[in-house]
């Protein structure tokens, strides 16, 4: 699982750094329209809605933005009619694949990801056919020469976290995705300071495949990541020493 963990929490970092600001401005923007479309347009009683608020304003989305996103899918603006599609599939070396997009038009967005999983040794499956691998959970990492396991765990047993797991140079802690909301503002309220929180789908279990392999599914991430309606993309693979070092 660590070789996951880290090429997740690398790609993660890499997005934030290199894709443009107006892609990162679309995908936001998306998740505020799902979230309040799905959950009311209060983010004091959408926690999906607060999470989606507070990742705009950490890539600086204006604030007229963030409110006409929200104004959108509560209906009380029109706008196009976005929908949130899962699609699952498999990579080169037979991994799994789940992407999760927003889009106006699922016909075009099946049609173009088929084709993107195609071109890069890949194929799209039927629905359900890998979705259950993966986990929906908050995960929190933390430098550990900051804090210890046991420091850690005392706090957040209180936050009320899950588990928290070795994952080499940081501590991954894990809560329910209900709970991602208010574990995040115990931890800012106690000044425990975390690298990377985010709502992300975990895999149950993992593929390790070599050199090759891995650079073919980096390719691939990288195309479906950089489809306008792609929000996430999510797979079950362990990426060797040797490219995590490349891209670490």
Excluded at 13 to 27: C, L, N, V
Excluded at 74 to 84: A, V
Excluded at 166 to 194: H, L, R, T
Aim: hydrophobic share 35%; glycine share 8%.
């Amino acid at each position: 699982m660590a070789g996951h963990s880290k090429w997740h929490n690398i790609q993660h970092r890499k997005s934030r750094q290199d894709a443009k600001k107006s892609k990162i401005f679309t995908k936001v923007t998306k998740e505020i329209v799902l979230a309040a479309k799905a959950g009311g347009g209060n983010p004091e009683t959408n926690p999906r809605l607060r999470a989606a608020i507070e990742a705009a304003r950490s890539v600086n989305l204006p604030k007229d933005k963030i409110e006409t996103a929200i104004k959108k899918g509560t209906g009380e603006l029109g706008g196009d009619n976005i929908e949130e599609v899962i699609y699952e599939g498999y990579g080169p070396g037979g991994v799994a694949i789940l992407i999760e997009a927003a889009t106006d038009n699922r016909n075009r967005t099946v049609a173009e990801l088929r084709h993107i999983l195609s071109k890069n040794g890949g194929s799209m499956g039927e629905s359900g056919c890998v979705a259950w691998m993966f986990e929906k959970k908050g995960v929190f990492s933390f430098a550990k020469d900051k804090y210890s396991e046991e420091e850690l765990l005392e706090i957040g047993l209180e936050a009320g976290i899950e588990d928290i797991e070795d994952d080499g140079d940081v501590w991954q802690v894990k809560c329910d995705p209900k709970d991602f909301s208010k574990v995040k503002a115990y931890f800012d309220e106690q000044e425990v300071k975390y690298i990377e929180a985010q709502l992300t789908m975990i895999p149950q279990n993992t593929v390790e495949v070599d050199v090759e392999t891995g650079q073919k599914l980096l390719k691939l991430y990288d195309a479906l990541d950089d489809h306008d309606d792609v929000q996430n993309v999510y797979a079950n693979f362990e990426l060797p020493d040797e490219l995590l070092n490349e891209l670490g």
